[in-house]
């Protein structure tokens, strides 16, 4: 039996185990990652790439290939059999001034997957397949895992180890964490298709029926549609599901005529969240931690934040940027976030699948015309926008946040302001510490953040600014995820170097740690 050492042991090749390796091997930390499964996935669930996720991706350089690869949706058509269309929504720029991604982004789970294992294999890192976790031991100074590939059984001792394997999480069951939650009593089903029916062009159309809903979007890279619905009453409790026995309903409800199918799966939603993200060097990520109904298109894209969010702490610590304590905000951040996305999502799964007949009534000529009402008013819109693309996430209650300038604190997501034709989130991708100041910079200041190497960037001070809620000659220290950590009215040194002093920030070592 082998043992190989590695810094970080990710355990499972999802969209957020996949995330979390390209961003530490791009910060320059040794990982590996294992996944049971002897390939990416065929066949998904997850449609909805939301504009924070692709804000993380153009930090990593590879948001033009996602957005290649999947469909920008301009419209939202609402369908209510037999009585057709009854609202359009416009989603081609309906997040305006919020982000450079102001639009809904479909692409399929499993496509996205190809997307980052291609970018990780350039960064020269391969998934290892068909290799299980069997089980680990933390001794306080590094954690070794027993694991089981192809090749026989093997041993990886790593500083730290993190689950991202999903709902049946191993981790999560070896770390004798509770899932606690419960199950929606509807069952879904997701089907891949060659049909014909009303499909809106570029678009999504939602199909709002009898006993619940429908989602017929195109998919770019196999001329077929994406059928997703809620399986009818009937049939839901059987224990084996076929597309024959619900294909009557699902043609019916969608408008579609199916062709020919090219394949069908069906699945239980839950709701649960883990009670811990976080036990000593053992950590927790994406469904392994929490699960949720698929109402507004946040499960993988909250993944892939967890991701985002561990990966720069773990970096910073590995590579002596930062004191351990650090990690400590992952948990508080991630797990705080998680509780509440569970709140919201089931709120407006019910809402929108609600058997009663008062809820019969709103989703079938009620809620279209409220949607529709709220999205015609660009107040409306970005309120709307900042509900779903997660632009709106803030960690303002987390420990490493502090201060306030103008509309912005501690914790904010750095809001974005277009500086015609560049922003300010294109030094993001430097993946580091940095200071934003927007009017005049103190050299005084700047070469005291300098000290422990964090830049200063510095914008001409503009209308479009301020009403991003930025505020003149004010210092705002970026994360490495481009939330505020500290903002301050003004480039007071001393408040700053308190701050990175507190974190134990410095000019990274020479080499991974």
Not at 24 to 50: M, N
Not at 75 to 88: C, S
Not at 250 to 256: A, K, Q, T, W, Y
Not at 295 to 312: C, E, H, K, R, Y
């Amino acid at each position: 039996m082998t043992t190989a050492n590695t810094q970080v042991l990710i355990v499972g090749a999802g969209p957020t185990g996949l995330t979390l390796a390209l961003w530490l091997t791009r910060l320059g930390v040794d990982i590996r990652i294992i996944d049971k499964a002897a390939g990416p996935g065929e066949t998904s669930r997850a449609l909805a790439v939301q504009a924070r996720t692709l804000e993380f991706h153009r930090q990593l350089g590879i948001v033009e290939d996602v957005l290649g690869a999947g469909v920008r949706l301009r419209r939202l058509t609402m369908r209510v059999p037999p009585h057709g269309v009854a609202a359009t929504l416009e989603l081609g720029n309906f997040g305006e001034g919020v982000t450079r991604y102001s639009y809904a982004f479909a692409l399929p789970q499993d496509i996205h997957e190809r997307v980052l294992v291609e970018h990780l294999q350039k960064a020269g890192v391969t998934v290892e397949r068909r290799t299980e976790l069997v089980d680990f031991a933390d001794d306080g100074s590094a954690v070794t895992a027993n694991v089981q590939g192809a090749k026989g059984a093997a041993v990886i001792r790593a500083d730290y180890i993190v689950g991202c394997d999903g709902a049946h999480s191993t981790m999560r069951h070896g770390l004798a964490l509770g899932f606690p939650g419960g199950a929606y009593d509807q069952s879904f089903y997701v089907a891949d298709v060659a049909g014909k029916g009303p499909v809106t062009e570029e678009g999504l159309d939602i199909v709002l029926g009898a006993y619940g809903f429908a989602l017929v979007m195109p998919v770019r890279q196999r001329g077929s549609l994406r059928l997703i619905g809620i399986v009818p009453e009937r049939f839901e409790k059987q224990e084996h599901i076929t597309f024959e026995m619900i294909r009557a309903d699902v043609e019916r409800e969608s408008g579609i005529e199916v062709k020919a199918l090219n394949w069908f799966s069906t699945y239980r939603v839950h709701h649960r969240v883990a009670d811990r993200f976080r036990v000593g060097r053992a950590y927790l990520a994406g469904d392994a931690g929490h699960i949720h109904s698929p109402a507004g298109g946040q499960g993988m894209n909250t993944g892939i934040g967890d991701a985002v969010n561990l990966a720069w702490k773990l970096a910073d610590v590995l590579r002596g940027r930062a004191n351990p304590g650090l990690l400590d905000s992952y948990e508080s951040e991630r797990l705080a976030f998680a509780h509440s996305l569970i709140r919201g999502t089931d709120q407006a799964f019910r809402l929108v699948s609600g058997r009663s007949l008062l809820s019969r009534i709103w989703r079938r000529f009620v809620m279209p015309h409220v949607a529709a009402r709220i999205l015609k008013t660009r107040r409306g819109s970005q309120f709307f926008f900042g509900l779903i693309s997660q632009t709106r996430i803030d960690y303002r209650a987390s420990a490493i946040s502090a201060g306030s300038a103008g509309e912005v604190a501690g914790g904010d997501r750095l809001p974005w302001v277009d500086f015609g034709g560049d922003d300010n989130f294109a030094p993001l991708n430097e993946l580091d510490w940095q200071v934003h100041v927007y009017g005049e910079a103190d050299p005084l200041f700047r070469q005291a953040i300098g000290a422990p190497g964090i830049a200063l960037h510095r914008f001409d001070w503009n209308e479009a600014v301020g009403k991003a809620g930025l505020m003149r000659n004010a210092a705002y220290l970026l994360r490495p995820d481009g939330h505020v950590a500290l903002a301050s009215e003004t480039q007071d040194a001393a408040r700053f170097e308190e701050y990175i002093a507190a974190l134990g920030l410095k000019p990274q070592a020479a080499s991974p740690s």
